[in-house]
C-alpha cells in the first residue's frame, strides 16, 4: 500500500539554527499538508500545498515557516530560526485532489523535532 | 507520534467487547469527517470517513455515526482487539477551505486481554 515517508525520523537542533523536514507524499496525490503535534495536545494544522503554491495556512505557519516542493516527489519544511517553541512532532500529509466532500489524507510516520 | 497527555480521555474495554468512542466536532459548517488511528510512534492512520449528506457508515469491524443536529461523530469498533489499543482522533473539514482538517483531542482505548 502506498505511504507517506518522512525523513528524519528524530532531528535535534540548536536554537536559532534551521531546519529542513522531508517528505516524499504518495506518488499520485496532488494536495500536501503539514502539522504538528505537540507533546500532550491536539494534531495543528500549518500549511496545505497545491499546484506549487500554498493553498491555505495557520497562524503558526509564520515568517519562519516556508514550504517547498523542489522536484516531482518531495516537500519540504524549513522552519529558518528554530525557537525551544518549535520542539514537536511534525507530520506531513498528502491527498488526492479533494474534490466535491473531501479526500481522506495519509500521513507519514512524522519528524520528531527537538530544539535545544 | 505518540499523543500523550495527562488530560486524553481513556476508555478501557475487554478484548472482544465492542468500543464507542465518541467526538464533539465544532463547526456546524463541517461537510468532511474522519477517524485516525494514532499509535506510539506512528503518525494518524486513516479508519473510515463520513460526508455530511450520510448519518452512518460502515467499513470493517467499524462504524462511524454522525449526528448533525448535536455535532457528534462517534467510532464503534466491533469485537475490540488488543491491537485496536491507541490514540482515536476525529477530524473535521470544512468547506470552502484548503480541506485542512481540524483535530480533536483524542481517546486513549485500552484493551484488557
Known amino acids: 500500500e502506498p505511504e507517506v515517508t518522512q525523513t528524519p525520523s528524530h532531528q535535534v537542533t540548536q536554537m536559532g539554527q534551521e531546519v529542513i523536514l522531508r517528505c516524499v507524499p504518495i506518488s499520485n496525490h496532488l494536495y500536501f499538508y503539514w502539522y504538528r503535534q505537540i507533546l500532550g495536545q491536539k494534531v495543528e494544522f500549518l500549511v496545505s500545498?497545491?499546484?506549487?503554491?500554498?493553498?491555505?495556512k495557520s497562524e503558526i505557519f509564520d515568517d519562519q515557516f516556508s514550504v517547498e516542493r523542489p522536484d516531482g516527489s518531495n516537500f519540504t519544511l524549513k522552519i529558518r530560526s528554530t525557537k525551544l517553541e518549535d520542539s514537536a512532532m511534525y507530520f506531513c500529509?498528502?491527498?488526492?485532489?479533494?474534490?466535491?466532500?473531501?479526500?481522506?489524507?495519509?500521513f507519514g510516520d512524522g519528524t520528531r523535532l527537538s530544539i535545544l | 507520534g505518540e499523543s500523550v497527555g495527562l488530560h486524553l480521555p481513556t476508555l478501557s474495554v475487554q478484548e472482544g467487547d465492542n468500543s464507542i468512542i465518541n467526538c464533539a466536532y465544532s463547526?456546524?459548517?463541517?461537510?468532511?469527517f474522519i477517524w485516525y488511528k494514532q499509535e506510539s510512534g506512528k503518525g494518524p492512520q486513516f479508519i473510515i470517513d463520513i460526508r455530511s449528506n450520510m448519518d452512518k457508515r460502515q467499513g470493517q469491524r467499524v462504524t462511524v455515526l454522525l449526528n448533525k443536529t448535536v455535532k457528534h461523530l462517534s467510532l464503534q469498533i466491533a469485537a475490540t482487539q488488543p491491537g485496536d489499543s491507541a490514540v482515536y482522533f476525529c477530524a473535521e473539514n470544512m468547506p470552502d477551505s484548503s480541506y485542512k482538517l481540524i483535530f480533536g483531542s483524542g481517546t486513549r482505548l485500552l484493551v484488557r486481554p
Open positions: 500529509a498528502s491527498s488526492a485532489f479533494p474534490g466535491i466532500g473531501g479526500q481522506p489524507q495519509h
Open positions: 500545498f497545491y499546484n506549487n503554491e500554498i493553498s491555505e
Open positions: 463547526n456546524s459548517a463541517s461537510d468532511y
